[in-house]
């Protein structure tokens, strides 16, 4: 999930949401598309932060290719920012440095929308199917439509989540994998353009691939002022393209590694839960950290996952993005 830093990205979605937090959230689930994006309502707020993010794992003879883009966007009166956050890694490669990180002009004042820049250009819409274009970094994501697997709502804060196949097109190469969808809007709140402080704790949200038609997504995090509209443990899985139950979730951290601070970074985990077809147990470890911001009390990055999941007599490789915020 996208958490709780205030300079980078994603990260900063859900501490948004932890400014309304501290009430009662409904809670919606495993509905057949992701609702409309209210854009009317949107349009009208005076104040307002919404962000659409993408996580893309897939796979081809070359290797594993892991995508995650942010696209952040609000209005504080009469002023409109936009921004974009992206890293991917290639299993062979590492890290590889794609342009178009940071802010940019919002010039027809969009919301509801993402608007395109001159790095990154969307048609469609996650409800029907969308394609990312980005000419300059030599890539094409396409995107199914976006079953909703997760919804939370406050007044007018909507939180999503979705996942669905995608495949991406990346140097002449066609990668097949899938994406875990993200959607958020917070009225009454723009990190883009005012300072908001300490709604993350050692949050660690893991976007993964379920070989060889699933996904899952989990994340795990000790902040009080969040835990009321995110959970302090949440997560969904898709498995041969059907969501599946995941009652008695337990997200265990088992090792972490030194930091720069008075944090550690987790580097491995073991993850249970019961679905209809008996116990299920997974194991992840992290290798390839890339820092992107680093304090004295805490830090941002981004990481590889590997793993196995054993569920219904059956093992599902398991490899994908994690997003760390201490």
Known sequence: MTIFLFTIGRSLSFVLAGLLSLVPVAVQADSDNL???????????????????????????????????DNNRGRDGETYQAEHFVVLHDEREGWVKLDGNGAYENKRHELARIPDSASFQFEGTPEAGLTITSAVNQLTLRID????????????????????????TWR????????????????????????????????????????????????RQQSERI???VGTLAGFAVLDGEPAVMGQLQVEVLERAFAWGFYRWPTAWRVSWTGRHGAASMTLTLSDRKTIAGWVIGGFAMGIVRGELSYGGRTFPLYGLAELLM
């Open 227 to 229: 835990a009321a509209l």
């Open 172 to 219: 002449n190469r066609t990668i097949v994998g899938r994406v875990i969808y993200e959607y958020l809007t917070m009225p009454n709140f723009n990190r883009l353009t005012r300072t908001y402080w300490g709604f993350w704790k050692d949050f660690q949200g893991l976007s993964v691939l379920a070989e060889p038609s699933g996904d899952l997504y989990l994340h």
């Open 35 to 69: 609702p409309d994006a209210t854009a009317p309502v949107i349009e009208d707020i005076p104040l307002i932060y919404v962000s659409d993010y993408f996580s893309f794992v897939g796979r081809d003879s070359q290797g594993y290719v892991a995508l995650a883009l």
């Open 145 to 168: 439509p976006l079953p909703i697997r997760t919804s939370r709502t406050h007044e007018q804060a909507i939180v999503r989540m979705g996942s669905a196949p995608a495949v991406l």
